[in-house]
T-cell receptor, first 111, second 114 residues
């Protein structure tokens, strides 16, 4: 049972463009929604996170938009750079701090 | 400071053999997690240790999988009688106590079962 659905699976964007990744969840008990960035051969690293009492959070070029009623959240990468090329995972936390991850989105930023 | 370390980085084994994967969490982190990442897939929760509490084993896929954490620090994930479907990257993460949310991941161990 996939509790967090992530789309698209892959994304190609030109340098300077906007990358948008969407996630949807089912479990209303989730209380924390992080996004992780993973480079090949490395473990995931926390990029940005949001709690459900906030509709938007921005850190530099990265923004999370959160829609609690729709049970959806998204990551926007503004002014995408080649160094942003990586796999991005959304996740949601339930009891015990266990994270449920989406399937991942491979982002390629073309120079 | 040092991050989460895992060893070995790569492990190739034959079907039916047992393997042990090691995780050294960040010093002082009381919570430790194991996840499995199959090729091109998201991360799948396996097991969670928090301090001296009984571990949450709800994600272990079969009784061939087990894990222990000695002295509240190093953890070992053991897979007995490995199967080809066990091939994946096994990731360990640790988290500081006291309400912080961030899990810090190690680089993973890539397991290949021939």
């Amino acid at each position: 049972q996939q509790q967090v659905k992530q789309s698209p699976q892959s994304l190609i964007v030109q340098k300077g463009g906007i990358s948008i990744i969407n996630c949807a969840y089912e479990n209303t008990a989730f209380d924390y929604f992080p996004w992780y960035q993973q480079f090949p051969g490395k473990g995931p690293a926390l990029l940005i996170a949001i709690r459900p009492d906030v509709s938007e959070k921005k850190e530099g070029r990265f923004t999370i938009s959160f829609n609690k009623s729709a049970k959806q959240f998204s990551l926007h990468i503004m002014d995408s750079q080649p160094g942003d090329s990586a796999t991005y995972f959304c996740a949601a936390r339930a009891a015990g701090n266990k994270l449920t991850f989406g399937g991942g989105t491979r982002v390629l930023v073309k120079p | 400071g040092a991050g989460v370390s895992q060893s070995p980085s790569n492990k190739v084994t034959e079907k039916g053999k047992d393997v042990e994967l090691r995780c050294d969490p960040i010093s002082g982190h009381t919570a430790l997690y194991w996840y499995r990442q199959s090729l091109g897939q998201g991360l799948e929760f396996l097991i969670y240790f928090q301090g001296n509490s009984a571990p949450d084993k709800s994600g272990l896929p079969s009784d061939r999988f087990s894990a222990e954490r000695t002295g509240g620090s190093v953890s070992t994930l053991t897979i007995q009688r490995t199967q080809q479907e066990d091939s994946a990257v096994y990731l360990c993460a640790s988290r500081e106590a006291g309400g912080t949310d961030t899990q810090y991941f190690g680089p993973g161990t890539r397991l290949t079962v021939l």
